[in-house]
């Protein structure tokens, strides 16, 4: 069992070596900006990487405070499903709602996830960060193809 410090230590040594693994990653390594998060160019749209006892996920999270224009984005995206699920072999897991658990926020949440992965188990951290890798850069690629339909749907 870990203290409180030790998991806090832990988490900050495990987003260290993902930093470090992205910079010599063959597809990452000259890339100035590694990955887009929350500077997507429409609001209250992020993505995120989640990772803690049992999984590991790529998300793209739907934030408005606004519960109309959170659905009306997620409704879109599903209009996309295809668009957005292309070249995840197991489709993408399409999630209207969520509470966050650091915020207690209610969002709207497309994502994949690697099933029996430990963020405990350092072993399996390659196994983590290679996920991470190819499927943020598949999620995001997919996103910027229609992100601009989205802002001009957003604006009515």
């Given at each position: 069992m870990?203290?409180?410090?030790?998991?806090?230590?832990?988490?900050?040594?495990?987003?260290?070596k993902f930093?470090q693994?992205?910079s010599?990653?063959?597809?990452?390594?000259?890339?100035?900006?590694?990955?887009?998060?929350?500077?997507?160019?429409v609001?209250?749209?992020?993505f995120r990487?989640?990772?803690?006892?049992?999984?590991?996920?790529?998300?793209?999270?739907?934030?408005?405070?606004?519960?109309?224009?959170?659905?009306?984005?997620?409704?879109?995206l599903?209009?996309?499903?295809?668009?957005?699920e292309?070249?995840?072999?197991?489709?993408?897991?399409?999630?209207f709602?969520?509470?966050?658990?650091?915020?207690?926020?209610?969002?709207?949440?497309?994502y994949t996830?690697?099933?029996?992965?430990?963020?405990?188990?350092?072993n399996?951290?390659?196994d983590?960060?290679?996920?991470?890798i190819?499927?943020?850069?598949?999620?995001e690629?997919?996103?910027?193809?229609?992100?601009?339909?989205?802002q001009?749907?957003?604006?009515?």
């Open positions: 870990y203290s409180k410090e030790e998991l806090r230590q832990l988490n900050i040594l495990f987003w260290e930093g693994f992205c010599v990653h063959p597809e990452l390594r000259h890339k100035t900006r590694k990955w887009m998060l929350h500077r997507t160019k609001k209250d749209v992020a990487f989640e990772v803690n006892r049992e999984n590991a996920k790529v998300i793209l999270e739907l934030g408005s405070r606004n519960e109309g224009l959170r659905l009306k984005a997620y409704e879109f599903e209009r996309y499903k295809v668009v957005m292309e070249g995840f072999k197991l489709g993408l897991n399409w999630e709602f969520h509470e966050r658990e650091d915020s207690h926020k209610a969002v709207c949440r497309i996830q690697l099933n029996n992965v430990d963020l405990h188990r350092q399996q951290w390659p983590i960060f290679n996920f991470f190819e499927n943020m850069s598949r999620l690629n997919n996103f910027l193809s229609i992100r601009d339909l989205l001009e749907e957003l604006k009515h």
